[in-house]
């Protein structure tokens, strides 16, 4: 596999809190990013990321989520990208 997409988009934070066991488990992260063999695209809402796991499995694999997308390439939404003004 050349490419691995993992989207982790959620507009309900209370749905990503009470599966966050299953949405930030370390281990699945693993297995998804190792079969990349030259690129992984990880998309995440900030909805996911503000979520409070209901267990503390969960919380811990929120936080190795995080530390994965802190040493990734940022790309943000058009939304937050500050407009372009012509002088």
Not at 6 to 32: H, K, Q, Y
Not at 34 to 60: H, M, N, Q
Request: glycine share 4%; net charge positive; with cysteine.
């Amino acid at each position: 596999v050349d490419l691995v997409v993992i989207s982790m988009a959620t507009s309900d934070p209370e749905f990503a809190a009470s599966l966050g066991r299953f949405l930030f488990s370390p281990n699945r992260l693993n297995v998804a990013i190792s079969r990349a063999r030259t690129k992984v695209v990880l998309a995440c809402s900030t909805s996911a990321l503000e979520s409070i796991p209901s267990d503390y499995t969960g919380l811990l694999g929120q936080e190795v989520f995080r530390r994965v997308l802190a040493k990734a390439g940022l790309v943000v939404s058009p939304q937050n990208v500050p407009s372009r003004r012509s002088s």
